[in-house]
């Protein structure tokens, strides 16, 4: 063989082992120094230009809230900065990562113990009731004390004054109605002059009061000064039991008290007052004044038959 054949030759030797590594043009320092070629598969991501010492990189959506490289926890967790196993969102209220018992479970009565054991339960008890008297009962009482004697001086009284001592001695609950007493050019500054020794109350009141054409009346548990017209624009009724003999003439006894307990006062005349007969009861509305007319007057039948029976 010439010197020409020997050097292509020698020349064929050396290229067929370097075409090889041409795979390797973007590696400019072997990454594999013995010409082992790397499966494509194996291949690591390039580094992103800004990191120079070539460490792999997280994919980018995990390592984008790492900077330090560590395997980020996921979305859900970013509430806890120490990378701790978050709680269900029913639980975010503990911050301490206990389980939370379910709130149906928790009894009211237990939220009073710190340490978590329920409180027994109490009954509640019944309530009592309180004994208490009636509107009729103490207006009842009231009419009682109206018997009652009285010593009183007065002259030149106010008689807002007058109704106060008499209030506090005969402990009876007055008040004078202001507003009625002001459409007939009253006020309680009215002197009022009356000097009786042992009278009953009532007899007191009416004789005080009927100078200044004013009257009383019984209600809503208290005495109430106010004017004659006033009284007829608010009666009040009441019932009177009639005995066995009694009850079977009730209508002549109807006529007999219209005749003759204040008459002008009563419907049949044209006044505001009523009275009705319902078996043994009769039934009349009418003013405090007159009721105690018609009190009396039933009294004095039942006396009066009772005496012609002899009994």
């Known amino acids: 063989m010439s010197l020409n054949g020997r050097t292509l030759c020698f020349a064929l030797i050396f290229f067929i082992p370097c075409t090889s590594s041409f795979a390797q ?33 997280q994919p980018a959506a995990e390592a984008a809230n790492d900077p330090f490289g560590q395997t980020a926890k996921p979305a859900a967790n970013q509430s806890d900065p120490f990378g701790g196993a978050t709680q269900p969102a ?17 009894a009211a009565s237990a939220m009073t113990d710190p340490f978590g054991k329920p409180a027994p339960k109490v009954a509640t008890p019944a309530a009592t009731p309180q004994p208490s008297l009636g509107s009729s009962k103490v207006n ?24 106060a001592v008499l209030s506090r001695t005969h402990n009876i609950p007055m008040v004078i109605n202001a507003s009625a007493l002001e459409e007939i050019g009253l006020s309680n500054d009215v002197p009022v002059n009356l000097t009786l020794q042992n009278v009953s ?46 009850a079977p003439r009730a209508d002549k006894i109807i006529k007999a008290l219209t005749a003759s307990v204040v008459s002008d006062t009563w419907s049949q ?6 009275v009705n007969a319902v078996d043994h009861v009769l039934v009349v509305s009418t003013t405090e004044i007159v009721h105690e007319e018609v009190e009396k007057f039933v009294a004095m039948l039942e006396d009066a038959f009772k005496k012609r029976k002899g009994l």
Do not use: H, W
Request: with cysteine.
């Open 201 to 246: 109350l009532r007899s007191f009141l009416r004789l005080m009061l009927k100078s200044l054409d004013c009257t009383y009346v019984i209600k809503n548990e208290v005495l109430q000064i106010t004017t004659m017209e006033s009284a007829e624009q608010n009666l009040t009724v009441r019932s009177y039991t009639m005995s066995e003999e009694l």
């Open 90 to 106: 029913a639980a975010t209220d503990n911050p301490f990562g206990d389980t939370r018992k379910p709130a149906a479970k928790k």
């Open 140 to 163: 009842e009482q009231i009419r009682a004390k109206l018997n009652d004697p009285t010593s009183q001086f007065f002259v030149e009284t106010p008689l807002g004054e007058a109704i």
């Open 25 to 57: 043009i973007n590696d400019p320092f072997g990454s594999d120094p013995f010409g082992e070629a790397q499966p494509a598969a194996k291949a690591e991501i390039a580094a992103p230009a800004d990191d120079p010492f070539g460490t792999p990189q």
């Open 269 to 274: 005349s044209g006044g505001p007052s009523s």
